[in-house]
Structure formats: C-alpha cells, structure tokens
Nanobody, 123 residues
C-alpha cells in the first residue's frame, strides 16, 4: 500500500517561493515515477511536473517551466517541488501522485495520491 504525504504549502506573495515535499512509503520505489498535480477551484486537476526515480528524468508543464523544479531524494523516498516566481494563478491544492515507470500527464493514469496541500499566492 503506497502512502504519500505532502507538506510545505501555505500563503505567499506573488514573486515569492515555496518548497513542497511528498514523503512516500509502503514499498520500494525504484521503478516508480512521481508527479505533482494541482487543482484550482472549479478547474480540473492538471499536471505540473514529473520525475522518474530510476532515470532522474523530469518533465514540466509549460505553465511552470523555468519557475518550478522537481527533484527527489532516494534515500528519504521524498520528492520535492521547488516553486519560484509564484503567480496568483499558481493558487491551487497541490497533490503528489505515484505510479510505475513513467509519469503521464493525465491524472486518470495514477492510482496513488496524497491528501493535497494548499498553496495560496496573493497578488
């Protein structure tokens, strides 16, 4: 049973930074990929960034490319999302997700989800 626990959300002014963490447990994650999604009120859950545990390859949505960085600490089974130059439109609940091998951009492809952490950017 995979468990994902996010932390690090909060209130920040536009232009500021936050780092989200996702601690994973319940199995060996060598062949897993992790992703961050976000969901704003009244909108669908959207892909933000993904990382492969095995290869370290990463991928970003165009809306966050150059501002957000996803990284992983294998020893801690923890994935991070460093968010910089935050904008009002980044306001959302951010979710960590996991699945085997690769990180598709559709939320329907993931079976394992964290509870979410709120990020609010004030303009």
């Amino acid at each position: 049973q995979v468990q994902l626990v996010e932390s690090g959300g909060g209130l920040v002014q536009a232009g500021g930074s936050l780092r989200l963490s996702c601690a994973a447990s319940g199995r060996t994650f060598t062949n897993y990929a992790m992703a961050w999604f976000r969901q704003a009120p009244g909108k669908e859950r959207e892909f933000v960034a993904g990382i492969s545990w095995r290869s370290g390859n990463t991928y970003y949505a165009d809306s966050v490319k150059g501002r957000f960085t996803i990284s992983g600490d294998n020893a801690k089974n923890t994935v991070y999302l460093q968010m910089s130059s935050l904008k009002f439109e980044d306001t959302a609940v951010y979710y960590c997700a996991a699945r085997t091998y690769y990180y598709p951009q559709s939320s329907r492809e993931y079976d394992n989800w964290g509870q979410g952490t709120q990020v609010t950017v004030s303009s």
